[in-house]
Structure formats: C-alpha cells, structure tokens
C-alpha cells in the first residue's frame, strides 16, 4: 500500500488540480451590464469602461472608473450619453474621449475631464465611428468611419480632413517618432499608413490572405506592429521600413479568428483574444512562441494593458477580469492531453511495479 501512496502522489504533482485557485485572474464584477472598450490612465492609476447600463441608473449606457491599484469600481458609475462605443484617452490631460450616437440620433463624442472626474462636453462628429485613436503630437482625434479616415480637432469640435482608405478602414496605431498612422483596411487584407500632419498617403502594406485586420498594437520601441489578422495568426510589420515582416500562429486550427490585440511596451509580451470559444493568448512578440493562455468561460470584447503594472485588462460578459502576464502564471496552463496522458500511463506502470515488488 505504501506504494501506491507514492504513486499517487507522484500522479498528483504532475497532474494539478484544474481550480488554480492560487493565481487565476481578479474579476471586477460589472453590474448585469456588457463592458466594451477600456483604456487605462497607467500614469494616474485609473481604468475607464463603457458599457450597457445593467445594475446601474442612467440612460441605458455608463462609464466605469476602475482603480487600478485595489481593482475595484471607484467611486461610482457614471451615465454616458452616447452608445458604448470605441475610446481613446489623453495621456498628458488623463482626458477621455468617447465614440458613440447620443439621444438624437446624431454620431458624437463625449469627452470626460481626467482632472474634474466627469463628462464636459459632447461634440457631434456627423460620421459614424467605427475607431478612435488619440495623438500625443498633434493632439488631434484620429477616426476611423465608412470608407475614410478623419483628422478631428477636440479642441475646437471641428474636422480637419478626411483621406478616403480602402473600403472598410477599422483600428489604428500611430508612430508619434516618425509621424505616421497605421490602418487596418479589414476588407482589403492590408495596412494603410498615412501622414499624421496631413493624411497624406505613405505606403500601402499587404497581409497574407486570407485575412481580416482589425485592432493593432504598435511597440515603438521595437518597430513591430502586430495585427489581429481576423484568421488564426498575429501578423507582424516592421515599422522601420513599412514592410511585412511575418505571420506568428497563436490557435492550432484556421476557423479561429484573433480579433482584439494589446502588448506591453519594450517587454515582448503580446496578448491578443481569438473567437470563438474566447481564448486570450500570450506570446513573445520577439521569438513569436506562444507562452500562455487562457480560456474564458464567456464572450470578451477587448484587450488592454496597464503599461504601469503589466497588467491586463479583458471586458467580458458582466465583468472586466483582470490576469498578470500569463507566462509568470505557470498554474493558468493546463498540460494538454497527452502529456497528462503519458504521465498517467507512468504512474500506473511505477504503481504496478513497486506493488509487484512489494509482494514478490
């Protein structure tokens, strides 16, 4: 009998229980409501959220400020005006600027004080947006809407211009050292770069098909933008000369789609969320291996980073959750199949044997 016990204590160490108690992602519980978009204020260690209302009052979407030290929702649930939709953030006024159709009917934006903590104006934009990027240079809004990318002023509500972009322009990264912003053209499987000073036409980068582009994230400190390509892979340009640099595969099998991306700037650490069975990934942008992942228990919508702490943030149905990198959870990686397999097969064996002994 004694070895058995050690068997199964040798089964029991290479097969960990599937809880993982110990180190699984912090929930912040979101009200009955859908969290959409996210972006965090790492220099003042805040998280905002919009989302449809659920538990709380206003006129059926709301604003959420997340303390990013004690994630937990602070101090309270703000009404928003406009229709969850896509933000952008200031990081040198914390000011916050969301997309979305206000009770008119009519295509805004409403900006929210960092300083004052609540919303100031709302400024009617007249194209529907689909994706809104803030530059620190120009300090401009860059938009994304219909077939067109738009150059908007917040200072003073009004459009500089508009550069026509393929036939479905979708997210967006700026390069504030050399000037230049990157767009996912989702219909035409590319990445269209412009002039941030006058959306004047750079180059035009093209993706292997079949693909998707949609959200970006650029580490300027590497010069690698990497694209959710809408397939199974997170494609890579090099932003030093706008070229394809490569395909990085981050789920085993072609109907899975990566639609969200965020990284850590500087480290490598690549996150991106892949549909469906909604699974966030990590990878090591600079080996492209793929170091962790996580599957969730229900639909997610984006994926972001506090560039502070490294952690990330995921809306998901009702909750944000918020998860360290995954390579430094070792315990969030379940073995596959038939690794567990050949240690069980292992097990048994050195049980049998060892029991064998035991009674020869």
């Not at 070895?3 to 912040?28: F, K, M, N, R």
């Not at 009200?31 to 006129?59: E, F, H, Q």
């Not at 401009?140 to 150059?151: C, H, I, K, P």
């Not at 469906?276 to 639909?299: C, E, K, M």
Request: net charge negative.
């Amino acid at each position: 009998m004694k070895a058995l016990w050690v068997s199964l204590t040798i089964l029991a160490l290479l097969c960990p229980p599937a809880s993982y108690a110990q180190s699984g992602p912090v929930t912040i519980v979101y009200g009955r409501s859908w969290p959409r978009s996210i972006v965090i204020d790492s220099a003042r260690g805040v998280a905002y959220i919009d989302g449809t209302s659920g538990d709380y009052p206003p006129l059926g979407f709301s604003f959420g400020i997340i303390n990013t030290t004690s994630h937990s929702l602070e101090p309270s649930v703000l009404g928003l005006n406009v229709t969850a939709g896509e933000m952008a953030l200031d990081p040198a006024s914390g000011d916050v600027y969301a997309a979305g159709t206000n009770a008119a009917g009519a295509d805004s934006i409403e900006v929210f004080n960092g300083t004052t903590q609540s919303f100031t104006r709302l400024m009617n934009v007249g194209v529907p947006i689909r994706y809104i990027l803030f530059d620190s240079v120009t300090g401009d809004l860059f938009l994304t809407a219909n077939n067109a990318v738009y150059q908007f002023d917040p200072r003073t509500g009004t459009m500089l211009r508009k550069a026509t972009v393929g036939t479905l322009p979708d997210g967006m990264a700026i390069d504030t050292s050399t000037g230049e912003v990157y767009v996912a053209d989702y219909l035409s499987c590319s990445v269209v770069v412009l002039k941030t000073a006058s959306l004047e036409s750079v180059t035009t980068v093209h993706l292997p098909t079949p693909c998707y582009p949609s959200q970006m994230a650029l580490d300027q400190q590497t010069g690698s933008l990497y694209i959710a390509s809408g397939s199974n892979t997170v494609d890579v340009v090099n932003t030093v000369d706008n070229t394809f640099d490569r395909s990085i595969t981050v789920a085993p099998d072609s109907t899975n789609a990566t639609f969200a991306i965020a990284l850590q700037e500087g480290t490598g650490n690549v996150f991106t969320l892949t549909e469906p069975g909604t699974t966030v990934t990590q990878i090591d942008g600079l080996t492209g291996s793929v170091v962790g992942r996580f599957q969730l228990t229900s639909a997610a919508y984006e994926i972001t980073v506090d560039q502070a702490t490294g952690e990330l943030y995921v809306s998901v149905y009702h909750d944000v959750m918020v998860f360290e990198p995954l390579h430094s959870q070792s315990s969030l990686t379940v073995p596959g199949e038939a690794g567990l397999a050949a240690a069980a097969l292992a097990v048994v064996t050195l049980s049998l044997v060892l029991i064998r002994r035991r009674f020869k």
